[in-house]
């Protein structure tokens, strides 16, 4: 199974509006299907098709004090862990941000 990548089809199709959509726009912006237009054929393909239920991934890392009983203190939800864990387990956020 090829790994899965989410993208923003209203910013795909802008940009594809932007390169390839120029002299075939009506007054209302809408592609006028002149020329069999392959490219408004790509763009009503990309709003067919079916969507995800995905969450942006935060980014955080393990901040740590001197004296302190616990590996580290999650910079995203104040979280703390006694363990070196690549994801906080209370929040999600992954721990690859730089000290």
Known sequence: MADKRFI???????????KYC????????ECCRAY???YEDCIDIIKDAPTADVQEVKHGK??????ERYSGRCSCCNCYSTDDYKYCPNCGAKMDLKE
């Open 22 to 29: 120029k002299e075939c726009r009506r007054l209302d912006g």
């Open 62 to 67: 393990w901040e740590t004090s001197k004296g």
């Open 36 to 38: 069999e237009c392959k």
């Open 8 to 18: 923003s089809a209203d910013k795909t199709i802008a940009e594809i509006r932007r």
